[in-house]
């Protein structure tokens, strides 16, 4: 259960602080507390709410990687789709994908099978432990048009293979939060990070409870900051210099129809693939990249433009956008360039800062990796007897759905899960309106709960029924 103590997190010494409750910081918490650390986390908005919420659904093994020749990025990410397919089955599932072939260069169908062959020989051990994949392999057009109904023609043909989809990315960043709550960590959402304890060595943070405003000081012997796009923030309160990073808001278009049937469907636009991924009944369309600062209607209004482009015989239209998802990820360059790979940054070894420790967060896929890399060091920095990971292994109980009646799911939210407004429970908590608005009778029946477990009035009531409305609003397409 996730309880809200802000007296023992501020009572108690911890020997790892994390800041940020996205899938990242979510996964340290898991990591460090499966290993018998004490670990607190706190969230200055509500968990998974940042980037974690902008997902395409998938659980990508690598094969871009491959593009770049990183072997080792490669096999990292085939290694951890592996471990999400095992320890979250009921989110997490295996996903056909399909691109379809087109030219003479690297997206030909011979080239498609020789990166695919690269791949199967690179990770060859993926299917070990089960859960296994099928194998890939190139399919001729007859095939392909059996996969893609709308599509009438593909000469070229395409290439199959293997990966995996998360239902919902919500409920498994709440999987982990669970999972690292039972083994005695305490999670916070609404708890700002304020401000970096340090004496000769980082000792924890100030922190302010954004719900009554109250002003906390957090100890700890280590301070894992996986705060998204506030990183720098925190290590420039650290009195070091911020990373040299760039943020890039990403897109992707949830449609109101499906477009894609049994697989996810990639195709060629403006010299890269865009992929159409089967979600529900509906389909998910990803991802679209511009600056940080460019409004989110525009960037999906240009991404739109893009995906016509890759699947021209779906007949897309602004009207099929049912939600926009979006978030900030690291980038590099003023175009910016997204980051291929996630990375832990030691300021001891940078900056002579002993005690804190970045996670710059580029790849959902990977996170509980990057974890396990944060808390192997946390373990040698205590000098604490080795204590080998098994969080790639061990079950997540609650990385689910909920179910049952919708009153009684909303009580959950609330009582077990730490939902504080309307927003965290269709948005995050019961997965209501992560594919557009949900009807008003849910709405209704969501906020009467919430009325009654917090005693809000009409006024309140009201004001969590604008700020939901104004969350869609700001998600449309221009």
Known sequence: MLRRDLDLLARRAHDVVVVGGGIHGAAAAWEAAARGLSVALVEAADFGSGASWNSLKTIHGGLRHLQRLDVAGLRESARERRALLTIAPGLVRPLGFLALASGRGTSSR??????????ELLTRDRGAPEPRLPPSRTLREAEVLAHVPGLTAA?????LWWDAQVESSERLVLGFLHAAADAGGIV??????TGVLRDEVVCGITARDLLTGHTMDLRAEVVINAAGPAIGLLVQAAGLPGPKLAAARAVNLVLRRAIVRDVAVGARAGGRYLFAV?????????????????????????FLDEARRAFPWAGLGRDDVALVHEGLVPARGARPIPLTRSR???HD????????????????TTARAIAEQAIDLVVERLDRPPA????ATTPLPEARLLDGPLRERARIAVQKEMALSLADVVLRRLDLGTAGPPPAEDVGTVVSVLAHEFGWDLARIGAEQAALAAFYAARGVS
């Open 278 to 302: 089967p979600w529900r009944d509906r389909t998910v369309v990803g991802t679209g990249y511009g600056p940080a600062a460019m409004p989110v209607a525009d960037l999906a209004a240009a």
């Open 349 to 364: 070894a940078e900056h002579n800062a002993p005690g804190l420790l970045t996670v710059v967060a580029a790849k959902f």
């Open 110 to 119: 011979a080239a498609l099978a020789v990166g695919l062959a690269a791949s």
């Open 344 to 346: 832990l940054v030691d």
């Open 155 to 159: 000469p070229q043909g395409g290439a």
């Open 388 to 391: 080998p990971s098994r969080t």
């Open 188 to 193: 916070a959402n609404r708890v700002e990070a």
